[in-house]
């Protein structure tokens, strides 16, 4: 797991006397547990769950979410949060899909992620440059971004005709495994590279931890934010990319309520909306199992309505969770002997 | 005054064990609290002093022992129970609220209510000035907590729990963050608590203090007590010995004083920050370390932070090595080798969610792999941290632990580590021996004077004018923002600096 970057030695790990660190392996696990009762759960309750299709279709599904939610991991971590994302997504998609219209793939999107990082990096020189929060920031942009994609489509679908192996980025397979899959893999462990083995990452938690001492240590935290917010764009780019391959026709009503389930799988896999750390593995296992828990319902034939509330329910879930430990931290603190 | 014969135990503690996983914090401590003492508790960091008041102010459970207040065994289920059993805690950390008035803080949580259930404001503020009287303060009561000084807060948070008829108040580091006449404030309302017959528990590394206020002492080591006296059958030495279980070896107190070079590191003329410093000039050599005394508000702190490029110089120059700079941002003051240690551990020194590891090296120059520029080299980043815990003698478990594990002078060590790290040789140290114990804060200043033996330059602003006199070349003393004069050697002395710091002249017998 990432611990195992972060302290080689598996006995300071494992010594009870590391309250905290101890904590946070048990949040990974603890999302892990979760996920595996409600895989075995669907699986018993919901004939059809455990085939080779929906496993796929799940992965996919979560897959997508995943990418996103670990870019946003970096923006919680340095205590911000990116409410633009579902509208960069659906952006993105547009975009590649239009793209793919005019100029070969790899082209297209190149040009949709070049969109996310510039909506992110637009974002970020806002927060930083103007001061102001990021919270108004991304909720401005989110229907900014939003506007310019029903203005791109005149409220119209965009269908995918040219260029159909664009498909392959969402059915393909390699060594057995969905691209999808193959693609949120490769984005978790460069992230994960990021954040525990660059000063970039360093820094992101170092602001989101105490910000008046990243001042003073000489950390440049307009650089930083600006950075975290095009990273975040980046990402939900990515994820456009995918939904475009996934659907083959998106139009811009897509992608609402998609920020919510960033910073829902973001919040579930421990990191805390305080900032100062983040927990890529445990992102990676909320998105699985917000997948999970979409796929049960859509077989159980509950309304798709019900996946709203079921969403809202896990991210209040997530944020008790993280009160409570954030107290359960603060006591083993104070426990401190001396 | 001091206790008579009759006072009874208001609280006493007896067979207190505190275990933590892989640590015996307390063992088998007895400590008793009379009515209307002031009872210190010392020990070297890490010997359970902590530990012993979270136990009394409800924040931990005893593993095993009893708590006796007024006679009746308690069981604190937490900090709100020990509260309303009128035990009141004032910490580092306050517990007031910054945007409301003194005031409202005061009656926060019961306020005055009239016939409407609305805010009676009339009876708040007439309640909240008895009480303030009572303790002699003149805070402006409509003032918010926000624009009050450290020292005054603090007060604030004494006349609450006068308000609320407390009987127990403990103080750890009381006087850590206040000037010398905020702490003479301080002792004065101690003594009046004291002839109300409230208990006050008492902790401070500062030795002198404990003599000056304390009735009893109790000495902790490792966990274990080792004695309670009445200060007056103790020395000081007395106290030091019983603390580290051997006698200190006599530091030199002023630190003999080698030669500095006649090259200037860091000149500064007339620097002038709006509304903070006018007219500041001096320079800082080679090889030299420069104390910095003033009083809360005297501009101490911002000189430092001017030079280090968080506050906004609005004339003069600064030159470092000869060369002309601009102090915009910190990064700039580290691209001409300046590095400041913050005031405030804390507030803007700690990541509290970061290894010791990496805050040791947040500023350090980057280490990266050979393969790539973006990541961190972490086998040479663990060699440069066991080389700065080794000259340090930082003691933490690993490299990979939370910084806020390690004890408040071990903390303090990583943030020295930190400016050492920044391959700076111009080095601001505020407070630089803040809430360390003696052991410490020797080995602190030893090491400042070996930097500058070793050719760094050096700025100690402290308010811990001992610290001064033992470490500084030249003393710099501030007041209301202008330089009120600059010390040599000969005439630095306690007496000198704090007549200096306080506005008086001093007489001119060196000049």
Known sequence: ?338 | MGIDQTSLPILSLTGISKQFPGVKALDDVEFTLLAGEVHALMGENGAGKSTLINIISGLLQPTAGKIRLRGQDVVFAGAAHAQKAGISTITQEFNLVPQLTVAENIFLGRELTGRLGLLNWREIKRHAAEVLNELGLDVPLGQRVSYLSVGDRQLVEIAKALSLEFRIITMDEPTAALNAAEVARLFDIIEKLKRRGIAVLYVSHRLREIFRIADRVTVLRDGKRVATRRINELSEDDVVALMLGRALKKEATVYQKVPVSEKAALSVNNLNVPGCLTDISFDLRVGEVMGCAGLVGSGRYELTRALFGLQQISGGTVKVNGQPMLPTAPSTAMRHSIYMLPEERKVEGVFPDLTVRENLLISAKRLFHRLSEMLINANEEEKQYQEMRTSLDIRAANSGQRIVKLSGGNQQKVMLGRALMSNSRILLLNEPTRGVDIGTRVEIHATIRKLAQNGYAIIVSSSDIPELVSVSDRCLVLSAGRTKGLLDRAQISEDNITALAIGQEISGDNE
């Open chain 1, 1 to 338: 797991m990432n611990h195992s970057a972060e302290s080689p030695n598996f006995r300071s790990i494992f010594s009870l006397s590391n309250a905290t660190r101890f904590v946070q392996i048990a949040e990974s696990l603890g999302v892990f547990a979760l996920l595996m009762i409600v895989v075995i759960g669907a699986s018993i309750i919901a004939p059809g769950f455990f085939t080779y299709t929906n496993l796929t279709n799940t992965l996919i599904a979560a897959s997508i979410t995943a990418v996103t939610g670990l870019g946003m991991t970096f923006a919680i971590a340095m205590g911000g949060f990116d409410l633009s994302v579902g509208s960069v997504q659906v952006l993105t998609a547009i975009v590649v899909a239009d793209l793919l219209s005019a100029i070969d793939p790899p082209l297209a999107i190149l040009g949709a992620l070049l969109t996310g990082l510039a909506v992110g990096l637009v974002n970020g020189v806002l927060i930083s440059k103007l001061r102001l929060p990021a919270f108004v920031v991304t909720f401005g942009m989110m229907s900014i971004v939003r506007g310019v994609a029903l203005l791109i489509t005149q409220g119209q679908s965009v269908m995918i005709t040219k260029h159909v192996e664009f498909g392959l980025l969402n059915n393909g397979k390699i060594l057995g495994l969905p691209v999808p899959f193959i693609i949120m893999t490769m984005v978790f462990l460069a992230l994960s590279v990021l954040l525990k083995h660059s000063p970039f990452g360093r820094h992101a938690c170092a602001i989101g931890g105490n910000r008046a001492a990243a001042t003073v240590s000489g950390i440049n935290i307009d650089r930083t934010t600006i950075a975290v917010f095009g990273l975040v764009g980046v990402t939900a780019a990515i994820s456009g990319v995918m939904l475009s391959s996934q659907l083959m026709i998106v139009d811009a009503t897509l992608g609402t309520g998609f920020e919510l389930q960033a910073i829902t799988v973001s919040v579930l896999g421990g990191t805390s909306l305080s900032g100062g750390h983040g927990n890529l593995v445990g992102t990676v296992f909320a998105a699985l199992l917000l997948a999970t828990i979409a796929s049960a319902l859509n077989i159980l034939k509950v309304i798709s309505f019900y996946q709203y509330l079921a969403l809202g329910v896990l991210l209040i879930f997530a944020l008790a969770i993280d009160t409570g430990r954030r107290a359960f931290i603060a006591k083993s603190l104070a426990a401190r002997p001396g």
